[in-house]
């Protein structure tokens, strides 16, 4: 009981990083700055927390906002998102709970990095994205669609791109931010119209609208 008090004492007095965004906005700039110069607490969280699953031999694929900045569609996020069985985020729980990684909170599937504040979300292979109800597109086997970019293990862009757009039609206003990473990937890497030849049928209407709303955008250059 004892040791229980503890964690819950120690996970309280970890800093929250979204928090300290908020609070500090000089501090804010200076994480933003580091971000982008493969620096700062996300980037030193998203490392440490791949090198301790690679150590555990734990499948795992980066997905969410480090998946879309390793891309190409360099945008700043506050947290890392990870893709993992559900077999894979009990042994994470086993194997890094109390030893630099606390729960968010009694129950979460997320931990935080102790030393950083980093919030790591872990999304389990066979939900579904957006409203979380069946539907033709679900979240892969971590080591299904893998691609190795600057040594880090990322979702493939097909099913990357697949996730967000059957986020954003099922998720409500909430997930409306989905769509804006598809349209950023498609102008950050001028993706061609037949790219959603790779995606499952059920979003490649979603896809080629809003293709073709860059393509109609004034400030479009192909």
């Known amino acids: 009981m004892r ?30 700055s580091l971000f ?7 980037q ?29 569609f360099r945008r700043f996020t506050e ?15 086993e194997a890094l709970d109390g030893l630099g990684y606390l729960h ?7 931990l935080r990095d102790t030393t950083t504040g980093v919030q790591i979300d872990f999304l389990i292979s066979g939900d579904y994205p957006g409203d979380g109800k069946p539907k033709p597109v679900a979240f892969p ?12 293990r990322v979702l493939a862009l097909p099913r990357l791109v697949e996730l967000k757009l059957a986020s954003g039609m099922t998720g409500g206003v909430n997930r409306m931010k989905d769509f804006t990473d598809v349209v950023e990937l498609i102008k950050a ?12 049928e059920y979003v490649r209407p979603k896809f080629d609208e809003l293709w073709q709303g860059v393509k109609d955008s004034p400030e479009f250059e192909s």
């Open 141 to 152: 086997q971590p080591d299904d669609w893998v691609v190795v970019i600057e040594g880090l």
């Open 44 to 72: 030193a969280t998203l490392r440490g927390i791949t090198r301790r699953l690679d150590e555990l031999r734990i499948p795992y694929v980066i997905v969410g906002g480090m998946a879309l900045y390793r891309h190409g």
């Open 189 to 200: 890497l001028n993706l061609p119209a037949d790219f959603s030849k790779q995606l499952n």
């Open 104 to 110: 968010v909170f009694k129950g979460s599937k997320k």
């Open 36 to 42: 982008f110069m493969e620096k700062g607490d996300v």
């Open 3 to 32: 040791d229980t008090i503890q964690v819950v004492e120690a996970a309280e007095k970890i800093l929250n990083y979204s928090d300290r965004l908020d609070a500090d906005p000089n501090w804010a700039l200076t994480q933003g």
């Open 79 to 93: 947290d890392v998102d990870l893709l993992v069985t559900r077999d894979g985020l009990k042994a994470v729980h």
